[in-house]
């Protein structure tokens, strides 16, 4: 789709906005929101002030993210869907 700015009766091509270039440390911070959200950073200091284990679905799960958030970063480019769940693993 190109766009058409008109100045006084006359108009030129705008090009569309360039994609957006995404790097490692968005895929770092879609981990970081993961974990977050699955309640890993609470359950890792719970574990580590009780000095029992971390539940074995959470432990999995934080191995699942860190390959995932490894992978996709390590890809050039980074895909525009990295955020997608498609390529993240559901606790």
């Known amino acids: 789709m190109n766009l058409v700015l008109i100045k006084g ?3 030129e091509a705008v090009s569309e906005m360039p994609p957006a270039v995404f790097g490692p440390q968005h ?3 879609e981990a970081t ?3 977050r959200q699955a309640g890993y950073a609470q359950a890792h200091m719970r ?9 074995k679905p959470l ?3 934080k191995m699942q993210v860190d ?3 490894r992978t996709l970063s390590a890809l050039d480019p980074v895909p525009a869907d990295f955020a ?3 390529y993240w693993p559901t606790l």
């Open 59 to 61: 432990h999995y799960f």
């Open 9 to 11: 009766g006359q108009f």
């Open 84 to 86: 997608s769940d498609r």
């Open 27 to 29: 895929v770092s911070q």
């Open 33 to 35: 929101r993961r974990l």
């Open 47 to 55: 574990s580590l002030a009780t000095g029992e284990a971390l539940p």
């Open 67 to 69: 390959f995932v958030a």
